[in-house]
């Protein structure tokens, strides 16, 4: 065919054009809009399931935000969220496909059992701190196996920290319906942890505990780390090419690593948050093959990093939007039936609006015309 | 002479009133151009021009913002390199593009149809050979691209566009990676193809080239056609005053200074390249202060190599780097930086700065944590000093006059000058006892190219010991002391850069050792 | 001990089982080895089989026809496929990220749907009368042989000869000459006019398709129901295997096999009830996945220009 008629009956052309970076107000229009098209998209799925979108968005967020306890309740799922989002964030920013936070956070709770259950007589002040210690350091471990693989050897950190995941979840597994098994649980569950060990309360009769203060704590760490410190800056330069980096004098593989440990210190954290602020007993595998414990906060995080563009302040809205997500649709659940896995649908829905999202941020699309 | 001379012929491609612009720049600008049947139409521009941009649209890759092309008289729309081979029309790219994986004829038959989709190797592998044994271009059909030179795949790529029968054939650059007598034997080919009616457009910014090759010539600047002259009625002179706009000054002083003690040596260095093959093999020189060392070569011939082993991102197998009689063999980026070596990688974008991070950020780079603070009651070695960071990031960026919004502003939105001026301001600011400079002025303008090597003078004339490496052998004879010519990872000689002839370095840059030269001359 | 758990049928029985497990990993990784040779990294493939494994139960669970369970499951994968190439080829956005999107959507998608068309989860889950091996006359009374491949599911037979189908494709066809070429030099490819975004395209369909049948065996063909995460891993396990298959369809069926092996020598001895923690042995296979990839990663020649993004004027 002649190139002169293939024009012809070809569909309108766009070209895509690269823009110099836009001002940050530009860049927030596109993610709020990303997010409002996702909950458009969300609408659809309700619709499909039978029920008017207004009346069960209503419901969604009067359940996550309306009232005191609602509020206490999705600030008591904001806690594990804003840890995991950060472990996440910090792998990601030199990108270190951490996508095993379940796993790390799993770890975490595994080693904060054992000293939980183990040293009953210590004082909370130093059962706490011990506790928290030990998992960072479990979930740190967790998270610097795969670096190490990445390394040394050159294996894909995506395949390893997932699969990780799953040697964690049966691990666990292992140990609380076998030598860790509570003898007097119905279900498989470790002893209970110490009572010192658990995160006291911060309003009485509400779920919220200091948990909370540590992670916003972590996350404001997390800030000055990224503004100010050296190794913030040697974190962002990895991430944005490790072979300059490496070329002007960066041990990078030492930041990579160091990375790993940081954030999977933080997801183990975050377990600990689960184990003694929560279910105080280590717990096993939950129907749909996640740690009854770990709940999927671990792949949440990955999410909420990204939609918080892996800045801390970033994450923690992201967080706080994930946690009213989650709470609210329960409550949604409850008041309309629409079924409460939504909210794991909308984590992908807004994910790939995201993407398009920050597409629209760096390019433009232009017709092209004849 | 030529045959666009003699013969009046229908232009075979006319381009009318092409405009392309991209963010920020207008590339190409109303831009007309007229090609003959059988000619050798140079198209000559600084870097930057607009010149491969332009061809870029002849040949489908860009779609042009307006203009109208004409091939043998009729208007044409070409959307892709696809329509473009339909209408005869070839295009051999300066960085090639071949799969180097697959052997020649794999790449030559890339893309064309075969009955039913399944291939025949051995047909097409025949067809090939007949092919390269009639233009008399000889390659071996079987062989793996990663296996041959720079030359032969450049072969390669014409015998790609004749195999699909192309009359118009453009070369972007095509000399740039051969040797003088590679170039010589490209020349022959062109002439011959000419002769037998192919129109070719030759892309250049080399003007002895231009005046050698082509029959006519096109001088584009900032985008814009400034003239089309016979090149038999032109000159140097008048060619290069139309390409950079003021009369061209073509000495650079090259200023004496005293030499000193060996700064950098290098022993019998042996390493790899990035496929695991021998790259470096047995190479040794030494650099003394005062002295600029130019190491001239083909691409890809362990000059990449050399300059990351020393810069310490890439491991030797076997021998030694030295530095002022320190052993520094496989040491860190860092300690070989903190011993006051100075590094220009050759491949901006990739290893020498981070684009992604601001001027600033970049300009501290490789000394930013000399720029911590105590931090409330933390000691100093944690926290950076941002007020710092910027005072210095302001001060370099107007003693080397870096054109940019901001310290604050993203490195990737500067020009390829500025960029490489980043690097200059960056490495000199240490004020290095070594310095290590690979291509520094590759893709620049001429304004841009000579402030960068006025800026290797003078850090030679302050005592610094400089090692260049380059593949343009004018910029190695314009700077160097003395030359060094490595051809597959060996050093073919090392010679006073005063008594260098072209042919001898030509020969040394194709592969015959200094000492057969010479000796075979006796 | 041994003795008396290693016995013929115990060995018979394992190694039809091999073949079986092998099946999803087949179906993924051949799909995968599409993506990845145009130069797409797929990471959506989990999700891809999760809605494979979750369209197929539906379907099938409504229609009673397990065939059309798995053209929906295809159909389903194909969708995704083209979402994964709008994001990475069109938009050119990063290839890690777009497919967590795509591993998200699918996982969160599989449930959803399956509440919305089948009910509840937990409790006992309501089932489909599943995939049943055939019985292939004279070859399946062949001794030892028979029971293991002649007695077989159709999915397995068909798996087995998606091998040779990919491997004709990539080493003899103009198609599959255009794949590797755009996976490792798409500008060239470009340049010779390959249409690459199409190449890619088509790729990431196949690769869709591939994986979202592969999910399906899990819920009309291995089981007879549908559970979230029921595919517990195996797409990224997919994901591991193609760098030890080097990207070539035969050393995949290896990979396969190989890891299909470690599957059944789990179920197997679970079954025969030896007496050795089955957390413990449901680890194996992620362990095994894990050392697998760190001993090939060095020596793996990717396709030079994956997880990059093309555009001709950048």
Redesign the interface.
């Given at each position: 065919m002649?190139?002169?008629l293939?024009?012809k009956i070809?569909l309108p052309k766009f070209?895509?054009?690269?823009?110099?970076?836009p001002p940050l107000l530009t860049r927030v229009k596109w993610y709020v809009l990303s997010v409002v098209i996702s909950l458009i998209i969300g609408a659809i799925?309700i619709l499909?399931?039978g029920v008017n979108p207004a009346i069960a968005y209503y419901h969604l967020f009067s359940g996550a935000l309306g009232g005191k306890l609602a509020l206490t309740e999705t600030l008591w799922r904001f806690t594990p969220l804003l840890l995991t989002g950060t472990a996440v964030a910090v792998a990601f920013t030199c990108k270190f496909?951490n996508?095993g936070a379940e796993g790390q956070m799993l770890a975490g709770a595994t080693l904060a059992a054992y000293f939980g259950v183990t040293f009953v007589g210590l004082p909370s002040w130093v059962l706490i701190p011990l506790v928290t210690v030990a998992g960072f350091l479990a979930g740190a471990a967790w998270a610097a196996i795969p670096a190490i693989?990445r390394a040394k050897?050159?294996?894909?950190d995506?395949?390893?920290t997932?699969?990780?995941?799953?040697?964690m979840l049966?691990?666990v597994?292992?140990l609380v319906?076998?030598p860790w098994r509570d003898p007097y649980s119905l279900w498989p569950e470790s002893p209970a942890i110490a009572s010192a060990a658990r995160f006291p309360t911060l309003i009485p009769g509400y779920r919220i505990h200091i948990g909370l203060i540590i992670a916003v704590l972590i996350s404001l760490l997390f800030l000055l780390i990224m503004r100010?410190?050296?190794?913030g800056?040697?974190l962002?330069?990895v991430g944005?090419?490790p072979?300059?980096?490496?070329?002007?004098?960066?041990?990078v593989g030492r930041v990579l690593i160091t990375a790993a440990i940081l954030s999977g210190g933080i997801a183990g954290i975050a377990g600990v948050n689960e184990l003694c602020g929560t279910h105080f007993h280590l717990k096993g595998i939950a129907?749909?093959?996640?740690g009854e414990l770990s709940w999927g906060y671990g792949?949440a995080g990955?999410?909420i990093a990204?939609l918080g563009g892996l800045h801390p302040l970033g994450v923690m809205l992201a967080a706080f939007f994930m946690a009213i997500m989650i709470n609210g649709s329960q409550a949604m659940y409850r008041a309309t039936g629409v079924?409460s896995?939504?909210?794991?649908?909308?984590?992908?829905?807004i994910?790939?609006c995201?993407?398009?999202g920050?597409?629209m941020i760096n390019?433009r699309v232009r017709r092209?015309r004849? | 002479m030529g045959l666009g001379e003699t013969v009046k012929e229908m232009p075979i491609v006319v381009m009318k009133g092409i405009t392309k612009r991209f963010p920020g720049v207008v590339a190409n600008d109303n831009i007309d151009l007229e090609i003959r049947k059988g000619e050798i139409h140079a198209l000559l521009g600084e870097n930057g021009a607009g010149k491969t941009t332009l061809m870029n649209i002849l040949y489908g890759l860009y779609t042009p913002d307006a203009g109208e092309i004409y091939v043998r008289g009729k208007r044409v729309t070409i959307r892709s390199p696809r329509d473009a081979v339909d209408l005869k029309i070839g295009m051999i790219h300066q960085h090639f593009v071949l799969v180097p994986p697959f052997t020649v004829t794999q790449n030559i038959i890339l893309g064309m149809k075969f009955p039913r989709g399944i291939l025949n190797l051995e047909e097409a592998e025949k067809k090939v050979a007949e092919i390269s044994q009639k233009y008399g271009i000889k390659v071996d059909p079987h062989a793996q691209i990663w296996q041959l030179s720079v030359g032969e795949q450049q072969r390669v790529e014409i015998l790609k566009a004749l195999f699909r029968g192309a009359e118009i054939l453009i070369l972007d650059e095509p000399t740039a990676v051969l040797t003088p007598q590679e170039t010589k034997e490209l020349f022959k080919t062109l002439r011959s193809l000419a002769k037998a009616g192919c129109a070719i457009i030759f892309i250049s910014h080399k003007l002895d080239e231009v005046m050698e090759i082509s029959d006519r010539v096109t001088v584009l600047r900032n985008g814009k056609v400034v003239a089309t002259k016979k090149t038999s009625a032109t000159n140097k002179r008048e060619l290069a005053k139309l390409m950079v706009g003021r009369e061209v000054v073509f000495r650079l002083r090259k200023a004496r200074a005293k030499i000193g003690r060996p700064a950098l040596q290098v022993e019998d260095l042996h390493a790899l390249s990035d496929r695991g093959l021998p790259a470096l093999k047995g190479v040794s020189f030494s650099v003394h202060e005062g002295e600029i060392l130019g190491i001239a070569g083909v691409s890809g011939n362990g000059q990449r190599e050399l300059a990351e082993v020393i810069a310490g991102v890439r491991k030797a197998t076997s021998g030694k780097v030295l530095i002022f009689g320190q052993d520094v063999t496989n040491r860190s980026p860092k300690e070989i930086i903190d011993l006051g070596v100075g590094r220009i990688p050759e491949d901006r974008l990739q290893m020498g700065l981070i684009t992604d991070l601001t001027v600033a950020e970049n300009l501290v780079s490789e000394v930013h944590e000399k720029f911590s603070d105590k931090f409330f009651f933390l000691p100093a070695g944690i926290f950076l000093d941002h007020a710092q960071i910027n005072n210095y990031a302001e001060k370099l960026i107007s003693e080397y006059k870096i054109v940019t919004p901001s310290r604050d502003a993203l490195t990737k939105t500067l020009s390829g000058g500025n960029l490489q001026k980043l690097i200059l301001a960056r490495v000199l600011a240490q004020n290095p006892k070594i310095l290590i400079a690979s291509q520094p002025t590759r893709g620049l303008d001429v304004g841009a190219t000579e402030y960068i090597r006025r800026k290797l003078l003078e850090q030679k004339k302050k005592g610094a010991a400089i090692l260049l490496i380059s593949e343009d052998l004018g910029e190695i004879l314009m700077l160097s002391d003395r030359i060094a010519v490595i051809y597959e990872g060996k050093i073919m000689g090392i010679l006073p850069a005063a008594k260098a002839k072209i042919e001898e370095l030509g020969l040394m840059m194709a592969g015959t050792p200094l000492s057969k030269i010479r000796g075979g001359r006796k | 001990m041994i003795g008396e758990v290693i016995t013929a049928t115990f060995i018979i029985s394992f190694l039809a089982a091999t073949l079986r497990m092998a099946v999803p990993l087949l179906f993924g990784t051949i799909g995968e080895a599409f993506a990845e040779r145009s130069g797409i990294l797929n990471l959506g493939i989990e999700g891809m089989m999760l809605m494979g494994a979750s369209v197929a139960f539906t379907t099938t669970f409504y229609t009673g026809s397990l065939w059309l369970g798995v053209g929906v499951a295809a159909l389903v994968g194909i969708l995704l496929g083209l979402l994964m190439a709008f994001l990475t080829v069109t938009m050119g956005a990063q290839q890690h990220v777009s497919g967590l999107g795509v591993f998200f959507l699918g996982m969160g998608l599989s449930f959803y749907l399956y509440r919305i068309f089948v009910g509840e989860l937990g409790g006992v889950p309501p089932t489909v009368t599943p995939f049943r091996p055939i019985y292939i006359p004279l070859l399946g009374d062949i001794p030892v042989l028979g029971p293991i491949l002649f007695q077989q599911y159709v999915l397995v037979y068909i798996a087995l000869l998606l091998v040779p189908i990919a491997a004709f494709i990539f080493d003899r066809t103009t198609l599959g000459l255009q794949i590797t070429a755009v996976g490792q030099n798409p500008k060239a490819a470009d340049t010779a006019g390959i249409n690459v975004f199409r190449i890619r395209y088509l790729c990431l369909m196949v690769a869709g398709a591939l994986s979202a049948i592969g999910g399906a065996w899990f819920s009309i063909a291995q089981s007879s129901m549908f559970l979230p995460l029921m595919t517990a891993g195996r797409g990224w396990v997919c994901i591991a295997l193609v760098v030890f298959g080097n990207w070539m369809p035969y050393r995949i069926l290896i990979g396969a096999l190989l890891f299909g092996g470690i599957d059944a020598l789990q179920t197997s001895l679970q079954a025969v009830g030896v007496a050795f923690p089955y957390r413990i042995l449901q680890m194996l296979p992620y362990i095994f996945t894990i050392i697998v990839l760190v001993a090939v990663a060095r020596r793996a020649t990717y396709p030079a220009a994956l997880l990059k993004p093309y555009r001709r004027e950048e």
């Amino acid at each position: 065919m002649p190139p002169q008629l293939k024009a012809k009956i070809g569909l309108p052309k766009f070209r895509i054009e690269k823009r110099p970076p836009p001002p940050l107000l530009t860049r927030v229009k596109w993610y709020v809009l990303s997010v409002v098209i996702s909950l458009i998209i969300g609408a659809i799925l309700i619709l499909s399931a039978g029920v008017n979108p207004a009346i069960a968005y209503y419901h969604l967020f009067s359940g996550a935000l309306g009232g005191k306890l609602a509020l206490t309740e999705t600030l008591w799922r904001f806690t594990p969220l804003l840890l995991t989002g950060t472990a996440v964030a910090v792998a990601f920013t030199c990108k270190f496909w951490n996508i095993g936070a379940e796993g790390q956070m799993l770890a975490g709770a595994t080693l904060a059992a054992y000293f939980g259950v183990t040293f009953v007589g210590l004082p909370s002040w130093v059962l706490i701190p011990l506790v928290t210690v030990a998992g960072f350091l479990a979930g740190a471990a967790w998270a610097a196996i795969p670096a190490i693989l990445r390394a040394k050897f050159g294996a894909d950190d995506v395949v390893t920290t997932l699969l990780g995941n799953w040697i964690m979840l049966y691990f666990v597994g292992a140990l609380v319906e076998g030598p860790w098994r509570d003898p007097y649980s119905l279900w498989p569950e470790s002893p209970a942890i110490a009572s010192a060990a658990r995160f006291p309360t911060l309003i009485p009769g509400y779920r919220i505990h200091i948990g909370l203060i540590i992670a916003v704590l972590i996350s404001l760490l997390f800030l000055l780390i990224m503004r100010r410190s050296i190794w913030g800056y040697q974190l962002k330069a990895v991430g944005a090419n490790p072979r300059a980096a490496g070329f002007a004098g960066i041990n990078v593989g030492r930041v990579l690593i160091t990375a790993a440990i940081l954030s999977g210190g933080i997801a183990g954290i975050a377990g600990v948050n689960e184990l003694c602020g929560t279910h105080f007993h280590l717990k096993g595998i939950a129907m749909g093959a996640v740690g009854e414990l770990s709940w999927g906060y671990g792949y949440a995080g990955v999410f909420i990093a990204m939609l918080g563009g892996l800045h801390p302040l970033g994450v923690m809205l992201a967080a706080f939007f994930m946690a009213i997500m989650i709470n609210g649709s329960q409550a949604m659940y409850r008041a309309t039936g629409v079924y409460s896995p939504f909210w794991r649908v909308m984590q992908g829905v807004i994910m790939i609006c995201l993407l398009i999202g920050i597409f629209m941020i760096n390019y433009r699309v232009r017709r092209v015309r004849e | 002479m030529g045959l666009g001379e003699t013969v009046k012929e229908m232009p075979i491609v006319v381009m009318k009133g092409i405009t392309k612009r991209f963010p920020g720049v207008v590339a190409n600008d109303n831009i007309d151009l007229e090609i003959r049947k059988g000619e050798i139409h140079a198209l000559l521009g600084e870097n930057g021009a607009g010149k491969t941009t332009l061809m870029n649209i002849l040949y489908g890759l860009y779609t042009p913002d307006a203009g109208e092309i004409y091939v043998r008289g009729k208007r044409v729309t070409i959307r892709s390199p696809r329509d473009a081979v339909d209408l005869k029309i070839g295009m051999i790219h300066q960085h090639f593009v071949l799969v180097p994986p697959f052997t020649v004829t794999q790449n030559i038959i890339l893309g064309m149809k075969f009955p039913r989709g399944i291939l025949n190797l051995e047909e097409a592998e025949k067809k090939v050979a007949e092919i390269s044994q009639k233009y008399g271009i000889k390659v071996d059909p079987h062989a793996q691209i990663w296996q041959l030179s720079v030359g032969e795949q450049q072969r390669v790529e014409i015998l790609k566009a004749l195999f699909r029968g192309a009359e118009i054939l453009i070369l972007d650059e095509p000399t740039a990676v051969l040797t003088p007598q590679e170039t010589k034997e490209l020349f022959k080919t062109l002439r011959s193809l000419a002769k037998a009616g192919c129109a070719i457009i030759f892309i250049s910014h080399k003007l002895d080239e231009v005046m050698e090759i082509s029959d006519r010539v096109t001088v584009l600047r900032n985008g814009k056609v400034v003239a089309t002259k016979k090149t038999s009625a032109t000159n140097k002179r008048e060619l290069a005053k139309l390409m950079v706009g003021r009369e061209v000054v073509f000495r650079l002083r090259k200023a004496r200074a005293k030499i000193g003690r060996p700064a950098l040596q290098v022993e019998d260095l042996h390493a790899l390249s990035d496929r695991g093959l021998p790259a470096l093999k047995g190479v040794s020189f030494s650099v003394h202060e005062g002295e600029i060392l130019g190491i001239a070569g083909v691409s890809g011939n362990g000059q990449r190599e050399l300059a990351e082993v020393i810069a310490g991102v890439r491991k030797a197998t076997s021998g030694k780097v030295l530095i002022f009689g320190q052993d520094v063999t496989n040491r860190s980026p860092k300690e070989i930086i903190d011993l006051g070596v100075g590094r220009i990688p050759e491949d901006r974008l990739q290893m020498g700065l981070i684009t992604d991070l601001t001027v600033a950020e970049n300009l501290v780079s490789e000394v930013h944590e000399k720029f911590s603070d105590k931090f409330f009651f933390l000691p100093a070695g944690i926290f950076l000093d941002h007020a710092q960071i910027n005072n210095y990031a302001e001060k370099l960026i107007s003693e080397y006059k870096i054109v940019t919004p901001s310290r604050d502003a993203l490195t990737k939105t500067l020009s390829g000058g500025n960029l490489q001026k980043l690097i200059l301001a960056r490495v000199l600011a240490q004020n290095p006892k070594i310095l290590i400079a690979s291509q520094p002025t590759r893709g620049l303008d001429v304004g841009a190219t000579e402030y960068i090597r006025r800026k290797l003078l003078e850090q030679k004339k302050k005592g610094a010991a400089i090692l260049l490496i380059s593949e343009d052998l004018g910029e190695i004879l314009m700077l160097s002391d003395r030359i060094a010519v490595i051809y597959e990872g060996k050093i073919m000689g090392i010679l006073p850069a005063a008594k260098a002839k072209i042919e001898e370095l030509g020969l040394m840059m194709a592969g015959t050792p200094l000492s057969k030269i010479r000796g075979g001359r006796k | 001990m041994i003795g008396e758990v290693i016995t013929a049928t115990f060995i018979i029985s394992f190694l039809a089982a091999t073949l079986r497990m092998a099946v999803p990993l087949l179906f993924g990784t051949i799909g995968e080895a599409f993506a990845e040779r145009s130069g797409i990294l797929n990471l959506g493939i989990e999700g891809m089989m999760l809605m494979g494994a979750s369209v197929a139960f539906t379907t099938t669970f409504y229609t009673g026809s397990l065939w059309l369970g798995v053209g929906v499951a295809a159909l389903v994968g194909i969708l995704l496929g083209l979402l994964m190439a709008f994001l990475t080829v069109t938009m050119g956005a990063q290839q890690h990220v777009s497919g967590l999107g795509v591993f998200f959507l699918g996982m969160g998608l599989s449930f959803y749907l399956y509440r919305i068309f089948v009910g509840e989860l937990g409790g006992v889950p309501p089932t489909v009368t599943p995939f049943r091996p055939i019985y292939i006359p004279l070859l399946g009374d062949i001794p030892v042989l028979g029971p293991i491949l002649f007695q077989q599911y159709v999915l397995v037979y068909i798996a087995l000869l998606l091998v040779p189908i990919a491997a004709f494709i990539f080493d003899r066809t103009t198609l599959g000459l255009q794949i590797t070429a755009v996976g490792q030099n798409p500008k060239a490819a470009d340049t010779a006019g390959i249409n690459v975004f199409r190449i890619r395209y088509l790729c990431l369909m196949v690769a869709g398709a591939l994986s979202a049948i592969g999910g399906a065996w899990f819920s009309i063909a291995q089981s007879s129901m549908f559970l979230p995460l029921m595919t517990a891993g195996r797409g990224w396990v997919c994901i591991a295997l193609v760098v030890f298959g080097n990207w070539m369809p035969y050393r995949i069926l290896i990979g396969a096999l190989l890891f299909g092996g470690i599957d059944a020598l789990q179920t197997s001895l679970q079954a025969v009830g030896v007496a050795f923690p089955y957390r413990i042995l449901q680890m194996l296979p992620y362990i095994f996945t894990i050392i697998v990839l760190v001993a090939v990663a060095r020596r793996a020649t990717y396709p030079a220009a994956l997880l990059k993004p093309y555009r001709r004027e950048e």
